[in-house]
T-cell receptor, first 115, second 113 residues
């Protein structure tokens, strides 16, 4: 069955370190998204991609970057981790090859703690 | 700017009750609306997606309706069960031509046995 996987599931890092969170989907979806989820803020969009070599900033993109070198993967990099980036990070994908519904499918999440 | 609101933030009901969760959005120019379920410590599971041209969608005990003109969607859960306890999120796909979703902050549902 098609799915989205994220790794690691839990990560503890120190302030100032570079961190990369992996996202891999086997839906063959063109569209991929990274969100963070925090109490009181709900889900907020960090970056998104509509296809290979395409990346776009979301509403909370400062301090984060993504790259899309193939259809399946959209890694999220925290350039210099800050305590404010402690959060749960979700990857999602959407867009059927038939271009019909754009239903979003989510990964299990990565819980990141920056100390 | 599109804003999505879900009220109430939390809800407790006895098992067997029929219940309605509400989702409001400020801009009626949406492409579609999606309802999700999130269990504690887990990711989001898609429940129902309603296209802007549709009025409702049904899956088992769940029925979601959409009224674009009033900026509202409701998720109806029939004969609630303790296993329905979770946080329910709605998200609107807006505007047409992009693929971004705006999420509400969710309703935390507890069904008491």
């Amino acid at each position: 069955d098609a799915e989205i996987t994220q790794s690691p599931r839990h990560k503890i890092t120190e302030t100032g370190r570079q961190v990369t969170l992996a996202c891999h989907q086997t839906w063959n979806h063109n569209n991929m998204f990274w969100y963070r989820q925090d109490l009181g803020h709900g889900l907020r969009l960090i970056h998104y991609s509509y296809g290979v070599q395409d990346t776009n900033k979301g509403e909370v993109s400062d301090g984060y970057s993504v790259s899309r070198s193939n259809t399946e993967d959209l890694p999220l990099t925290l350039e210099s981790a800050a305590s404010s980036q402690t959060s749960v990070y979700f990857c999602a994908s959407s867009g059927s090859p038939q271009g019909a519904l754009y239903e979003q499918y989510f990964g299990p999440g990565t819980r990141l703690t920056v100390t | 700017k599109q804003e999505v609101t879900q009220i109430p933030a939390a809800l407790s009901v006895p098992e067997g009750e029929n219940l309605v969760l509400n989702c409001s959005f400020t801009d009626s120019a949406i492409y579609n609306l999606q309802w999700f379920r999130q269990d504690p410590g887990k990711g989001l599971t898609s429940l129902l997606l309603i296209q802007s041209s549709q009025r409702e969608q049904t899956s088992g005990r769940l029925n979601a309706s959409l009224d674009k003109s009033s900026g509202r969607s409701t998720l109806y859960i029939a004969a609630s069960q303790p296993g329905d306890s979770a946080t329910y999120l709605c998200a609107v796909h807006s505007p047409a031509g992009t693929y971004k979703y705006i999420f509400g902050t969710g309703t935390r549902l507890k069904v008491l046995a």
